[in-house]
């Protein structure tokens, strides 16, 4: 399975580059791989900056320019070399390997979108993402209707719902204030 980490975002929120943003004195994007790593080694990242030459991964820059999640997914799926892609943020530290494993053995394989959902939201940027959904993608970048909601509603999805104790780590950490709220937290 090809894992694709979106590494883009103009990360105003949290006036530095998300994925390397430190928690326990790791940058979120290595909190990612971790998790990653024992299911496949076969990861990307989609990335429009140098700022993750450190890491020995492939780096691919975005296809179509400021298009948000949808066209780092676009550009993910065109890149790939497998039908199933594992699509993750680089903001999210708390994402563990049974979760990602939760959600390969729970993805139906009659869906196109495989994504979590909790009582409060769906979280689109841990999905497993076919590329059959390719041409779905060109046309809302296209037509710039960029909504992550509304392209996962057009294609097959599956939603796997998550309970409610387990919602923290799927948090997406977008502002110095979540961080700190964050480490406070935990600690």
Do not use: W
């Not at 390397?20 to 790791?26: D, F, G, H, I, R």
């Not at 990335?47 to 320019?65: E, G, M, Q, R, S």
């Not at 997914?73 to 065109?78: H, Q, R």
């Amino acid at each position: 399975m090809q894992v694709s980490i979106l590494c883009g975002g103009k990360s105003s929120r949290m006036q530095s580059e998300k994925g390397l943003v430190l928690y326990q004195n790791k940058p979120f994007i290595e909190h990612v791989i971790e998790a990653v790593l024992p299911i496949s080694s076969n990861i990307q990242l989609i990335t429009n900056t140098n700022d993750y030459d450190y890491l020995a991964y492939k780096k691919i820059k975005d296809i179509i320019a400021d298009k948000g999640p949808l066209g780092g997914i676009y550009t993910a799926l065109v890149h790939s070399e497998t039908e199933m892609n594992l699509i993750l943020s680089c903001d999210i530290p708390l994402i563990s390997t049974e979760i990602i494993l939760e959600l390969i053995e729970k993805h139906g394989t009659n869906f196109d979108v495989s994504v979590f959902k909790d009582n409060d939201r769906i979280h689109p940027l841990i999905g497993i993402y076919a590329t059959t959904v390719i041409p779905v993608l060109k046309k809302a970048i296209d037509d710039n209707d960029l909504k992550m909601m509304r392209f996962i509603s057009n294609v097959k999805h599956q939603l796997i719902p998550i309970p409610n104790a387990k919602k923290d780590l799927f948090k997406n950490i977008n502002s110095v204030a979540e961080l700190n709220e964050l480490n406070t937290n935990l600690s």
